[in-house]
């Protein structure tokens, strides 16, 4: 094995969640690194074949090795979710909620889960994916699920870029309305797709700021609001009131910090890129 | 001169084009032919109904209308005529056609003025631009009815004589009687009731409006119903410092002109403020109208603020109009008999919802609107016009403590004192009236430090912004280093000014 397929693979053993295989999760990034391809075509085109032995080391073995190229992508994109403390588990995997693969095979499920904080676990429950491009209705489903809960949703600013296009059973309604951003803090969920990170990865802003993820061009009082508030937004105005420096200074800073790829702007307010060191 | 058709009178009379006067020569003659008076020179309706008006009020004046034909030409003949102005000087016209006054005394005289049936001569709309062209023309005197004779007046370098009726015009010109002494017009700087320290909260909102004022920035403000955004846009006009007296002259020019000063009113030296609903129409915008085109709000908001409240509640075609001419402070109008000028160097200050619903980004409420009616609203405007606007900024609901608490900000008179500082640094360096937003890119390099130089660069590359956004920005940071009484522009004041850019709410 070549350095750079033992680098993916020593990434991959950090990012993949508990029962799933470092090796499987590295082919298939490294496959999805390649131009137009996706791992969920794997899976259909294994769902049209055989079904013996678990549905990730299929989809792996279709996936094929790693190439020197795909690999160094994939352990970029690893990389990136591990500095943003994502984990990862492929479908059919214990830690791949048993409901969402098995239960409904016509809900098209994708072939990893990333998630940050608390796994999705089995119990029946509701997640909606496909937050990018939102249809109204799931839009709708979005806003309903907020103001059921009671809960602000870190895009109840723009719900329709925040979620779906369709329900899937994935994890409980509590573990959602956490993951929507319920005051009192807890993990969130990244997302349910690979986007996330993959958006992360893309911008570079992770291997930008390296292993020195704490160092920051912010105001201390600015930099500790958003650490609290992690991986919440701050509004600006709150940052304004609360941070005890001049306006001015504290945009200037802002820009500072976006063009360096500390923090990223978001509809409802301002947050880290990247989760503090000290994050749970 | 008198020969077989009498005296050929000569009055001088002043036709606007917009702001631009245009000498009228009103040449009077008795002819031959059935009597009645015979008007020649493109006079539109309003003048041509003046026989009526003109010949009743000389017989009511105890004066003699000759029984014979009167003809009287308009020149340039090629230039269109509008207005009752045209009342007094025709009058006059006819007089001395008829040796009733010297005509001698009309040497020098321009003369303006609705007369009524009764003799009494009235105020016409566009008195004091039409004093500014009777003596940009060159004419020593001019005769206005006694009630615009104080707006009249405000014109330095013109003997302006104020009088109230026809048989004080004849006397006046026979030497009979002394002209009266015109005074002008009081000036006036009215006290505004709008206080920055009745905003609560928004201490971003509140630095972006101050920036706005120092440098004449155009300021986009978006947010959910009732988080303040028109209360921020009316207090950002009571920040701007008086005008001088030849701009306040020109604004009240141009407000004449659409008949909204009252002949009699001070002149404001208080820059304008102009509201329009959304629903106005673009001729209401930028001016239009048949004939000679009348400014619209545009033009009325010259050296003031121009606020579109539900900005995105206008048709998107009538906000495109803007965008000439908040590139160039002034508007051209053509029209198929004439082609109008106005000034249109205003502070565009626009807010809006950022949806149809109104509560998109509103923590408390959650917005009901779907994705594309959302993609939809905000089309309404257009990328080109929100390049223009330098300052957007989004505008959050204030939490109901601090509404129900004091007033935690500075009041307009502490950020006024600096925005008038920051003008006057302006001023010194660059001339007086000359504002950030109208800097030249040359003039603005001139003042920036070779770090803050290289940071908008880097800023501007990693962050994908256009190159129209490199002088705006620089002209944000050159505003933002006079409020802070810097004279080179540094890093800080570039990355403070990006801000205003980076994330707008609308096309974000």
């Known amino acids: 094995m070549s350095a750079a397929l033992a680098g993916l693979r020593s990434v991959a053993a950090q990012v993949a969640a508990d029962g799933t295989d470092p090796d499987e999760l590295a082919a298939i990034v490294a496959f999805s690194a390649q131009p137009r391809s996706h791992p969920d075509a794997l899976r259909r085109r294994d769902r049209d074949g055989h079904r013996s032995g678990p549905a990730a080391t299929r989809v792996a073995a279709l996936a094929g090795p790693p190439t020197a190229t795909t690999g160094a992508v994939a352990q970029r994109l690893l990389g990136a979710w591990r500095d943003d403390g994502v984990r990862v588990t492929l479908i059919g995997d214990p830690a791949y909620p048993r409901c969402l693969a098995e239960g409904w095979p016509e809900l098209d499920p994708p072939v990893w889960l990333a998630w940050r904080g608390q796994a999705p676990g089995h119990a029946p429950g509701v997640a909606i994916v496909g937050a990018r491009r939102a249809t109204s209705y799931g839009s709708g489903i979005a806003a309903w699920l907020a103001e059921a809960g009671d809960v602000r949703a870190p895009g109840s600013a723009a719900p329709h870029r925040l979620l779906a296009e369709g329900a899937a059973p994935c994890c409980s309604p509590a573990q959602l309305l956490e993951a929507l951003g319920a005051p009192g803090g807890g993990p969130a969920l990244l997302d349910v797709t690979a986007s996330a990170a993959d958006e992360v990865a893309r911008s570079g802003a992770t291997e930008r700021a390296g292993a020195a993820s704490a160092a920051t061009t912010l105001p201390p009082a600015v930099h500790a609001a958003l650490v609290r508030a992690w991986p919440r937004p701050v509004r600006l105005e709150d940052l304004a009131s609360s941070a005890q420096v001049p306006v001015g200074g504290l945009l200037a800073a802002l820009t500072r910090a976006r063009v360096n790829g500390e923090v990223a702007e978001a509809a409802d307010g301002i947050r880290l890129r990247r989760a503090p060191p000290d994050a749970g | ?508």
């Open chain 2, 1 to 508: 001169m008198s020969g077989a058709h009498g005296v050929l009178a000569l009055v001088h009379a002043v036709a606007l084009v917009g702001l631009t006067p245009h000498r009228v020569r009103i040449e009077c003659s008795r002819a031959t032919g059935l009597p009645g008076m015979r008007l020649v020179g493109l006079p539109d309706t309003a003048v041509r109904e003046a026989e009526d008006r003109i010949r009743t009020a000389i017989q009511r004046s105890g004066l003699h209308w000759p029984q014979e034909r009167i003809v009287i030409n308009l020149a340039p003949a090629d230039l269109p005529k509008v207005g009752t102005g045209f009342d007094l000087p025709l009058a006059i016209g006819v007089l001395a056609a008829t040796e009733q006054i010297p005509s001698a005394s009309l040497a020098g005289l321009c003369a303006c003025g609705e007369i009524g049936l009764d003799g009494s001569i009235r105020p016409v709309p566009g008195t004091l631009p039409t004093a500014v062209g009777a003596r940009d023309l060159g004419t020593g005197r001019l005769l206005v009815a006694d009630a615009a004779a104080g707006e009249a007046a405000l014109v330095n370098g013109l003997e302006v004589i104020g009088v109230r009726d026809l048989t004080e015009v004849v006397e006046l010109l026979r030497g009979d009687r002394a002209a009266r002494q015109s005074v002008p017009a009081p000036t006036e700087i009215p006290a505004s009731t709008l206080d920055l320290r009745d905003v609560r909260g928004q201490p971003v909102a509140r630095r972006t409006v101050e920036i706005a004022a120092a440098g004449g920035h155009h300021l986009l403000l978006v947010g959910p119903p009732g988080c303040g955004k028109t209360m921020l846009a009316r207090r950002l006009h009571a920040l701007l410092p008086p005008l001088e007296l030849d701009q306040a002259l020109e604004v009240a020019a141009i407000h004449s002109i659409a008949g909204e000063r009252a002949p009699d009113a001070p002149l404001s030296l208080a820059p304008p403020l102009r509201e329009p609903h959304h629903s106005i129409s673009a001729a209401g915008l930028i001016g239009g109208g048949s004939g000679i085109a009348r400014p619209g709000e545009l033009a009325l908001a010259h050296r003031g603020v121009l606020l579109l409240d539900e900005l995105l509640e206008t048709p998107r075609w009538i906000l495109d109009a803007l965008r000439q001419p908040l590139e160039r402070g002034e508007i051209t109008i053509t029209r198929a008999r004439s082609r109008v000028r106005y000034p249109s160097q205003v502070l565009f200050v626009a807010a809006t919802n950022p949806c149809p619903c109104g509560h998109l980004g509103d923590p408390r409420r959650c917005c009901t609107c779907r994705p594309d009616r959302i993609e939809r609203y905000r089309a309404r405007l257009s990328g080109p016009l929100l390049d223009r606007i330098d300052l957007h900024i989004e505008v959050q609901p204030v939490d109901q403590r601090q509404l129900a608490g004091s007033a935690d900000g500075e009041s307009t008179a502490a950020v006024a004192a600096r925005v008038l500082a920051a003008r006057h640094r302006g001023a010194d360096r660059w001339g007086a009236g000359i504002l950030a937003r109208d800097l030249q890119d040359r003039q603005l390099r001139a003042t920036c430090s070779e770090r803050a130089m290289s940071t908008l660069v880097r800023a501007i590359d990693g962050l994908a912004l256009s190159a129209r956004a490199f002088d705006r920005t620089l002209r944000v940071a050159r505003t933002i280093a006079d409020l802070e009484a810097v004279e080179v522009i540094a890093p800080e004041h570039v990355e403070e000014a990006l801000a205003y850019r980076l994330s707008s709410p609308v096309h974000g």
